[in-house]
């Protein structure tokens, strides 16, 4: 008895305090009672196994609840502590260093599928201005990997003879880049409003772009803010790449939604406005870090 006590207060405070893994089943398990209870009372259904899902439904819905409201530093706490026992977790979640290598990586990656989708449909339907685009996140993918070798080496050993200053030039040299990259973005804008849209992004990207532009603009944004109180300006660089490379999905998105759903003319307004705003934003961005970089050069000497 004193076993299936001990038993049930365990199971108990997992309820009370989920890691992120049992509060993310319990919230699928819990739309999936939430569903079935809508369908049963769409269909009318009465009998005892509706009403049990009723009873489920509506648990799931306390439940939820209760983890958006007050369980979520609980499921954060627990994961901290599972994650802690992992050497690489526990350096992944502390080092905010590592963890933006890390997560290069898997931008890379991401980068580079996101770029072969682009390069195939531009290729099958013959549009030169997607082409454009593809060839442009490839060669992000490869500016970000030229940053992160350099991160890798300087964060090995400290005989590398690869100083801070050797950093903030590769930040100078990155925002140079950016600039030069930018002028592809305006070639494909140029010829997909002398194409008269013909040449626009297409449908089919709708559904891709919509995800990466979300999933890669809202960590952009965030990212970039967080790398504001490092002064590691291999990090700075890296999170600039990466918000460029979330604009720019962003006119892509913008270009495919508007060829489905708008017309013509709406196709060339958008267009011009919203790519000279990508441009413009991307432009600065790098004069801002080819200016302060020089500055910080500078102060060092």
């Known amino acids: 008895m004193k076993a299936l006590w001990q038993f049930i207060k365990r199971l108990w405070r997992r309820v009370l305090e989920p890691s992120l893994v049992q509060a993310s089943v ?26 049990i899902c009723y009873a489920l439904a509506l648990l799931s819905l306390v439940y939820i609840g209760y983890i958006c409201a007050y369980g979520f530093p609980k499921v954060k706490q627990r994961t901290l502590e599972v994650f802690s026992r992992n050497s690489f977790a526990d350096r992944l979640i502390k080092n905010y260093g590592f963890r933006t290598i890390v997560l290069a990586f ?54 590398t003879g690869f100083e801070h200053s050797d950093s903030v030039k590769l930040y100078v040299r990155c925002g140079i880049v950016l600039v030069v990259f930018t002028f592809i973005i305006v070639a494909a804008m140029i010829r997909i409003i002398i194409s008269e849209g013909r040449e626009a992004p297409l449908g089919y990207l709708i559904y ?21 109180q490092f002064n590691d300006f291999g990090i700075k660089a890296l999170r600039n790449i990466g918000f460029a490379d979330a604009l720019v999905s962003l006119f892509i998105l913008q270009m495919a939604l508007i060829s489905v759903f708008g017309g ?31 500055r910080e050069l500078k102060i060092e000497d």
Not at 36 to 47: K, L
């Open 26 to 51: 319990a919230a699928v398990v819990g739309c999936m009672f939430i569903a079935a209870a809508i369908v049963f009372s769409a269909a009318g259904e009465n009998n005892a196994g509706a009403y």
């Open 106 to 159: 898997i931008s890379i990656v991401l980068n580079g599928l996101y770029a072969i989708y682009n390069g195939a449909l531009a290729i099958f339907f013959g549009t030169f201005s997607g082409m454009l685009f593809a060839a442009y996140y490839l060669l992000l993918c490869a500016l970000r990997g030229a940053v992160l070798s350099c991160e890798r080496r300087r964060a090995g050993t400290s005989d």
């Open 208 to 228: 891709v772009s919509a995800l990466y532009t979300f999933v890669r603009f809202g960590f952009s944004v965030y990212n970039i803010r967080k790398a504001k």
């Open 264 to 294: 013509v003319e709406d196709l060339h307004v958008f267009n011009a406005v919203t790519g000279a705003a990508v441009c413009g934003i991307i432009i600065f961005m790098g004069i801002y870090m080819a200016v302060t970089g020089t």
